[in-house]
């Protein structure tokens, strides 16, 4: 079976919810945009400045979809808030939020990791995360709604990413921020989870600095030959995005609070 073919299901009806998904423009982000701006969905594109952005949007547009863009940092306070204000005016409310931005950052051994490249990773996936549930929560409080925060498997179940540490953690703290947001928010009937991809064909080797340093490390195992188990292959985008608009769906209304995993199995060899 082609990917293509496994990535097409039949998906609950979300016509008209409105959406707004961060790191659009590109890779899980973009996948997930265009997928749910074809269920009818209006999305709320963000991204740093970036011609992929505008691309996503003339895709949605040209398949007869719905959406606006917003090029901010997600790390920046004032320009997140900014973002859901505009969403929020331009179409009333706020269904579903995908914060999924995201870099891997510098990778590099503890003693050789510079602080401020420490906190810059940690600023966007993180904090970011933080920014972004926090300025949801005014639009969606009174209705309800979903968020979905990417994580990843590194930080929850693998451990073996060379010079991680800074996006480990990030990704670990996301997966915890999000039961506790999850508990949290319940109140208001807004549900939180986290998805944990494995490795999945993107562009964010982009954002992925690695260090000659990294040589120093080793760790004396020898892992299994191979990671992917189920597909012998990383991920598609689109497969991600199937999982991210049943989470967005009232189909997973008694779903909050949780990660889940989707990377073939890869996680589990570790
Ligand atoms: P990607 O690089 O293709 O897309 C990420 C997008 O986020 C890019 O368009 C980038 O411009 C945007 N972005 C980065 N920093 C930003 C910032 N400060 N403000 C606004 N936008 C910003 O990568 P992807 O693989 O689609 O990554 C999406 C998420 O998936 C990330 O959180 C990543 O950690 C996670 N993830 C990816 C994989 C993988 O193998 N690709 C695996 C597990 C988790």
Known sequence: MQTGQKSRMVLPDLKDRVALITGAGSG????????????????????????RLEQTKQE?????????????????PKQVEQAFEHTAHTWGRIHFV??????????????????????????????????????????????????????????SRTF?????????????????????????????QIRVNAICPGSIKTHIGENTQPTPELEK???????????????????????????VAFLASDASHHITGTELFIDGAESLLR
């Open 28 to 51: 899980i982000g973009r996948a997930a945009a265009v997928l749910l701006a074809q269920q009818g969905m209006k999305v709320c594109l963000v991204d740093l400045k970036d011609d």
């Open 60 to 76: 949605i547009e040209t398949a007869g979809g719905q959406a606006i863009t917003v090029d901010i940092d997600i790390s920046d």
């Open 98 to 155: 995908f914060a999924n931005a995201g870099i891997n950052g510098v990778l590099a051994p503890i003693e050789d990791m510079k602080s401020e490249d420490w906190d810059r990773t940690l600023a966007v996936n993180l904090k970011g995360t933080f920014l972004c549930v926090k300025h949801a929560i005014p639009h969606m409080k009174e209705n309800g709604g979903s968020i979905v925060i990417t994580s990843s498997i590194n930080g």
């Open 160 to 188: 073996s990413g060379f010079g991680m540490t800074a996006y480990s953690s990030s990704k670990a703290g996301q997966v915890a921020f999000a039961k506790m947001a999850a508990l949290e928010l319940a109140q208001y």
């Open 217 to 243: 490390i080793k760790i004396p195992i020898k892992y299994p030959e191979g990671n992917q188990p189920l597909e012998h292959a990383p991920g598609e985008p689109e497969q991600v995005a199937n999982l």
